[in-house]
């Protein structure tokens, strides 16, 4: 890999061409905080479906106009829109060496548009097929990290009853504000959640296990450990040009 690719710990500013990265798993995986560590390495932004929505309707765009009325009824935006706001936003400078997907693709349909899309971009004068990471975890251990969750209403700090407690139970360390459990972290809301979630992504994974593409990971394992593997699976992939 050409030293002006090379990606390490500590280097002043990442310059290495990673291209697309999407990052699968069910919710409580812990796919934001490895697209965090991913983003920080790499210096690559973390393309949010969510945030690319509220900002062409604050931008007030012709696709923001017709998402709008949608989204305030609480209905799901129509892939016709949600594709081209995408696409959109693939095309700024900032996504030129390589993105993060956050909550797209989440359909086998979604996952070939963005396949058919790929064909016209390059990245670092080349094109690259995206790296897809998988982040198993265990139902048990989902549980927890979601039903365990609480958090202060003043200084927004999170805490797990099960995994990391706060030092006084149910009062934030920071202020003493009393903790709060977020309505949809009640476990018969998480258990539908987990259900949906096979329901909807699993075809989405067997997409790219077909292709080869999927990397999987132990998500129960120490943080620090999934993501030293998250980071190595980048480079790797980046340095043979996925």
Known sequence: MPADTATRAGSPKATAVVGPIILLGPPGAGKGTQAKAIARRFEIPQISTGDILRENVVRGTELGRKADPVMKAGGLVPDDLM????????????????FILDGFPRT?????????ALESITFGGRRMAPVVINI?????????RLTGRRSCPVDGRIYNVYLQPPQQE??????GAPLVQRKDDKEEVISERLKS????????VD??????????????LPVDQVTAETLAIV???AAAGA
Not at 170 to 175: T, Y
Not at 207 to 220: K, P, W
């Open 207 to 220: 997409y790219y296990r077909r292709q080869g593409r999927v990397h999987e990971l132990n998500g129960d």
């Open 83 to 98: 594709l081209a706001m995408v696409a959109a936003r693939l095309k700024q400078p900032d996504a030129a060496r390589g």
């Open 170 to 175: 149910g009062i934030c360390d920071s202020c």
């Open 108 to 116: 086998d349909g979604q996952a070939q548009w963005f396949d058919q």
């Open 235 to 237: 480079e790797s992939s």
């Open 136 to 144: 198993r975890v265990s139902y048990n251990q989902l549980l927890q």
């Open 197 to 204: 979630y096979e329901r909807q992504t699993q075809p989405l």
